[in-house]
């Protein structure tokens, strides 16, 4: 089962950027669905985005589509979420999953590895 490990995260103002990465070991990258999901205290664990194992294909949510581009590198087993005109409300833990759906699902129950996350806090 791969393992996940999520950087990137931090303190950053409104409007600002952030890029977060996931480092995938144990197993190869390209045969995973990969996804970002999202937490923010008192809430459920929201989908952000998706992407295919070949990395043509990208799904986000609608609260981040046009703003969050999800990208990875299967020869660096990391995939990416760059986070642009960022808001109060994407703050949250941020969390890297791994499954083996061959569609670009959005549930978290689909995935069945995770990483610990890492927080991204936006100022207003």
């Known amino acids: 089962q791969v393992q996940l490990v999520e950087s990137g995260g931090g303190l950053v103002q409104f409007g600002g950027s952030l890029r977060l990465s996931c480092a995938a070991s144990g197993d190869t990258l390209n045969t995973y669905t990969m996804a970002w999901f999202r937490q923010a205290p008192g809430k459920e664990r929201e989908f952000v985005a998706a992407i295919s194992r070949s990395g043509g294909g990208t799904r986000y949510a609608d609260s981040v589509k046009g703003r969050f581009t999800m990208s990875r590198d299967n020869r660096k087993n990391t995939v990416y979420l760059y986070m642009t005109i960022l808001n109060p409300d994407d703050t949250a833990v941020y969390y890297c999953?791994?499954?083996?759906?061959?569609?670009?699902?959005?549930?978290?129950?689909?995935?069945?590895?995770w990483g610990q996350g890492t927080q991204v806090t936006v100022s207003a």
């Open positions: 999953a791994a499954g083996r759906a061959q569609f670009l699902v959005t549930i978290p129950r689909d995935f069945n590895s």
